[in-house]
């Protein structure tokens, strides 16, 4: 599977982005599909995640300001991120996964200056 992100960028705190990512597959509805970011000198972390089914699970830190949803016709899944804060600058990067089977895109850089 391949995955290309879209739509990160330089925004001021309180903004909105919204990155999508792009699966080359068919089979793109059996996946889990994942949002992680890594900033510099961090390890990379899950910011949140969406079954095959539609069931979403968030970090702590994006609950109430990010929203995940895929659209399995199009192959494709969304990050709406709201009221960026200077703490969510990081490189994105897009995750489907299916029991052993673990994909990456090459990420997308959102930086949200204060």
């Known amino acids: 599977v391949q995955l290309v992100e879209s739509g990160g960028g330089l925004v001021q705190a309180g903004d909105s982005l919204r990155l999508s990512c792009a699966a080359s597959?068919?089979?793109?509805?059996?996946?889990?599909m994942g949002w992680y970011r890594q900033a510099p000198g961090n390890q990379r972390e899950l910011v949140a995640s969406?079954?095959?089914?539609?069931?979403?699970n968030y970090a702590d830190s994006v609950k109430g300001r990010f929203t995940i949803s895929r659209d399995n016709a199009k192959n494709t899944m969304w990050l709406q991120m709201n009221s960026l804060k200077p703490e969510d600058t990081a490189v994105y990067y897009c995750?489907?996964?299916?029991?052993?089977?673990?994909?990456w895109g090459q990420g997308t850089q959102v930086t949200v200056s204060s």
């Open positions: 597959e068919s089979t793109f509805s059996i996946y889990t």
């Open positions: 969406i079954t095959s089914d539609g069931t979403t």
């Open positions: 995750n489907a996964r299916r029991f052993v089977w673990i994909y």
